[in-house]
């Protein structure tokens, strides 16, 4: 049988600093729309960037990856660098903010979820925690920084959009499916949930008489 242990580690790896980028790209954003200077801009990106995985991987008893590879700091600075420099070109096009959003969560609810299978196997809970917690810590912490209400505390389709990834990615895997094949369609699924959401404006029921 031949081992596809080794690309598989690798087609993860990528994916995780793919969306180490786009998570960054949205906090670098959301720092130059608040007015930082080039110093904020590189720490929201970073901390945008890396925040979830760590969080994940300190509740989860694992030194954080992105303390031991700089690889993931890296790619977050020199996305917000790149934002930074760009942003005069890239600020009438806010919905690439929301698609890059949408990229990181799809990507990082998957990542997180594929973490926690590879560590504790098919147990529905930790996999929920571990994707989850990858997917909303860092934009939690963005949007605190900059004086805002959590996106994942509001009314829109946001987190939900990751718990349906995490679901279908293991039911895929319970039911004998690929962790390759069950990694696509999670990601593919909880970004094009997050994608349409934002589309035709699906919000959560609030709280009758709560203010807008």
Do not use: C
């Amino acid at each position: 049988m031949v081992d596809f242990s080794i690309p598989a580690q690798v087609f993860i790896y990528i994916l995780d600093l793919f969306g180490t980028m786009a998570f960054a790209v949205t906090g670098a954003f959301k720092a130059i729309e608040h007015k930082s200077d080039i110093v904020g801009i590189l720490l929201l990106a970073t901390i945008t960037g890396v925040a979830g995985g760590t969080i994940r991987d300190v509740i989860m008893g694992q030194f954080p990856n992105s303390l031991s590879d700089p690889v993931y700091v890296i790619i977050a600075v020199l996305s917000g660098v790149s934002i930074f420099f760009l942003y005069s070109h890239l600020k009438k096009h806010w919905n690439l903010f929301l698609k890059f959003d949408a990229i990181g969560l799809g990507v990082f609810t998957i990542i997180g979820a594929t973490f926690a299978y590879n560590l504790v196997g098919l147990n529905f809970l930790a996999i929920m925690l571990a994707g989850m917690l990858t997917a909303v810590g860092g934009g939690i912490l963005r949007d605190v920084f900059v004086t805002q209400v959590p996106i994942v505390f509001v009314k829109e389709f946001y987190i939900s959009a990751s718990f349906i990834g995490v679901v279908v990615f293991y039911f895929t895997l319970f039911f004998g499916g690929e962790l390759y094949s069950a990694t696509i369609l999670g990601i593919s699924l909880t970004t094009t949930l997050r994608l349409i959401a934002m589309k035709f404006n699906w919000n959560l029921p609030r709280a009758k008489g709560s203010l807008d």
